[in-house]
């Protein structure tokens, strides 16, 4: 009886939490009108008499991105913005592209799983689990493998080839969203306070103020 209770409640609380990210679609589609300004919890949906194959279609992801930034990496996503058929249907897709020692610096999507494979290269690729632990996960990754940063977790990927590399990621939601760490730390606007990130990061002001010009 025990058994059985503690069983309804892990089921309970699994269906739960699955609901609790993205909610199930009430029709077949809900193509994203850009044109609507309406507000709800995603977009309102198009008229389905003007639904047309376009509406689920992406072409050019096999075109490389350019990754001539700081940090030799570059993505292209496919997400609810580039597919409104993917409003209300819970996945997107990207591809990264990375130069020799490219970087996906630490980030996180706040509103998916993600996982991941490689296509061409070699790729080390982590994630940090939450507090207390603050384990660091890591593995390296070649042509063909497959790897999942789950949601919320802080992560990152780093070409150790001497060539490019090029993953495909898909996310479980229409609409991930991305935290960079640097960014969201040093680069707010306005600025978060020097005093807060002095103190949070232990490190006088001149440092603070020298991460704050380059985010
Ligand atoms: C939005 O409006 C433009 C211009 O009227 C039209 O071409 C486009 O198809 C509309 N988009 C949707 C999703 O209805
Ligand atoms: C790639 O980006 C760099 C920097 O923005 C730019 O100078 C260069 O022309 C771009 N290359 C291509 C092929 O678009």
Redesign the pocket.
């Given at each position: 009886m025990a058994n059985h209770m503690l069983t309804m409640c892990l089921l309970v609380f699994t269906c739960s939490a699955a609901l609790a990210f993205e909610p199930s679609p009430l029709q077949d589609f809900c193509?994203?009108?850009?044109?609507n300004s309406a507000k709800v919890n995603g977009v309102v949906c198009?008229d389905s008499k003007?639904v047309e194959a376009n509406d689920f279609f992406f072409s050019g992801l096999h075109l490389p991105g350019n990754t001539s930034n700081f940090l030799g990496s570059k993505i292209t996503p496919v997400n609810v913005v580039q597919v409104?058929g993917l409003n209300t249907l819970g996945v997107s897709i990207v591809r990264i592209d990375y130069a020799p020692w490219g970087l996906n610096p630490p980030h996180y999507h706040p509103r998916a799983s993600e996982i991941l494979t490689v296509l061409e290269g070699s790729l080390l690729v982590g994630f940090v689990t939450s507090n207390p632990e603050n384990r660091l996960i890591t593995k390296y990754l070649k042509k063909g493998d497959v790897f999942v940063f789950p949601m919320g977790l802080v992560h990152f990927q780093r070409n150790v080839g001497h060539g490019h590399a090029i993953v495909l990621a898909g996310f479980g939601s229409q609409n991930p969203g991305v935290v960079g760490i640097a960014n969201a730390v040093f680069g707010s606007n306005p600025a978060i306070p020097s005093e807060v990130l002095t103190t949070a990061f232990q490190v006088d002001k001149n440092v603070v103020d020298f991460l704050q010009t380059k985010f």
């Open positions: 193509i994203a009108d850009a044109n198009k003007m409104p």
